[in-house]
């Protein structure tokens, strides 16, 4: 259902609104790049400092702008089980084709409460469910047994796993019957996801350069490994340069230095660091991205 380039689209905003022309010019680029999808409303989507009201409108902008021609997979997580109910079943209803719900942060749940909020959610809704699991920004880690056991829900149909750990999601596959959908949650860490079975990525980097990350999975999926490794060395520099700040300090500014976006942020998120920026400018030169000023 879900395999290939799905990109962790960033959310422009243009004095201090969501910039609804350069949503729809960033849509046309992944549309064109033969992205598998795009996934609107994540952490790079800025999630946590929108509004309900901006958080529905985006996820239907990109429905609307997309015309079917990729699928959208809809964030729609929170650390509420109840506001999480309420934003799927939104994502639902305007036809998105999955939603991406991540783990709840700050409460820090134990196992048996992540069981028991995406049965919740499951409950309630009947679109394609990506779990969302990133110890690093929640706090709280998605066991493998406990992804197991959600796999048997009829809904849930996959995993965003950005735990970093490879055994961790060697087993999560193990346990895991063929159709479950694992998606690396980790530029760097793509290539060696799907030697080991996943499907695919939700990419932060395919922002930037969406085909070379399209081609990437293409490639592996066709047979052509020696070409999957080449663009997977080319593209770490970039993968690195996407972390250097908090995600998605340094794709904003990469964006913005294409002249695809404004740069600009919301609070408490800040701009780059000069001397970050100044890193970032030279390799996006050295990838061709911009020219010299």
């Given at each position: 259902?879900?395999?290939g380039?799905?990109?962790?689209?960033?959310t422009?905003?243009?004095?201090g609104?969501?910039?609804?022309?350069?949503?729809?010019?960033?849509?046309?680029?992944?549309?064109?790049?033969?992205?598998?999808?795009?996934?609107?409303?994540?952490?790079?989507?800025?999630?946590?400092?929108?509004?309900?009201?901006?958080?529905n409108?985006?996820?239907?902008?990109?429905?609307?702008?997309?015309?079917?021609?990729?699928?959208?997979?809809?964030g729609?997580?929170?650390?509420?089980?109840?506001?999480?109910?309420?934003?799927?079943?939104?994502?639902?209803?305007?036809g998105?084709?999955g939603?991406?719900?991540?783990t709840?942060?700050?409460?820090?749940?134990t196992?048996?409460?992540?069981l028991?909020?995406y049965?919740?959610?499951?409950?309630?809704?009947?679109?394609?469910?990506?779990?969302y699991?990133?110890p690093?920004r929640?706090?709280v880690?998605?066991?493998?047994?406990t992804?197991?056991?959600?796999?048997?829900l009829?809904?849930?149909?996959?995993?965003k796993?950005?735990?970093?750990?490879l055994?961790q999601?060697?087993?999560?596959?193990e346990?895991?019957?063929?159709?479950?959908?694992?998606?690396?949650?980790?530029?760097?860490?793509?290539?060696?996801?799907?030697a080991?079975?996943?499907?695919?990525?939700?990419?932060?980097t395919?922002?930037?350069?969406?085909?070379?990350?399209s081609?990437?999975?293409?490639?592996?999926?066709?047979?052509?490994?020696?070409?999957?490794?080449k663009l997977?060395?080319?593209?770490?520099?970039l993968n690195?340069?996407?972390f250097?700040?908090?995600?998605?300090?340094?794709v904003?500014?990469?964006?913005?230095?294409?002249?695809?976006?404004?740069?600009?942020?919301?609070?408490?998120l800040?701009?780059?660091?000069d001397?970050?920026?100044?890193?970032?400018?030279?390799?996006?030169?050295?990838?061709?991205?911009?020219?010299?000023?």
């Amino acid at each position: 259902m879900f395999q290939g380039c799905f990109t962790a689209l960033v959310t422009p905003f243009k004095d201090g609104r969501i910039d609804e022309d350069a949503l729809k010019r960033l849509l046309k680029i992944q549309i064109d790049a033969g992205v598998s999808g795009v996934v609107p409303c994540g952490t790079t989507g800025e999630s946590a400092t929108l509004s309900y009201e901006e958080h529905n409108r985006v996820i239907e902008l990109t429905k609307e702008f997309t015309e079917g021609r990729i699928k959208v997979l809809a964030g729609t997580g929170s650390n509420s089980t109840s506001e999480t109910i309420m934003l799927t079943k939104h994502a639902e209803e305007v036809g998105a084709d999955g939603a991406l719900l991540i783990t709840p942060y700050y409460n820090k749940p134990t196992q048996r409460g992540l069981l028991e909020h995406y049965r919740k959610v499951s409950e309630h809704t009947s679109i394609p469910i990506i779990l969302y699991n990133v110890p690093g920004r929640t706090g709280v880690n998605m066991l493998p047994e406990t992804v197991a056991r959600l796999s048997e829900l009829e809904n849930i149909v996959g995993i965003k796993e950005a735990s970093g750990d490879l055994d961790q999601v060697s087993k999560i596959i193990e346990l895991t019957d063929q159709d479950f959908t694992v998606l690396s949650g980790d530029d760097s860490l793509t290539l060696p996801m799907l030697a080991i079975g996943g499907r695919g990525v939700i990419s932060v980097t395919s922002n930037i350069l969406p085909r070379e990350v399209s081609l990437l999975c293409a490639h592996f999926f066709d047979g052509r490994l020696e070409e999957a490794r080449k663009l997977h060395q080319k593209l770490q520099p970039l993968n690195r340069a996407m972390f250097m700040e908090t995600n998605p300090i340094p794709v904003k500014t990469a964006l913005s230095m294409m002249g695809l976006i404004e740069e600009e942020l919301r609070l408490p998120l800040t701009t780059m660091a000069d001397a970050n920026r100044a890193r970032l400018e030279e390799l996006l030169k050295n990838y061709g991205l911009i020219g010299e000023a």
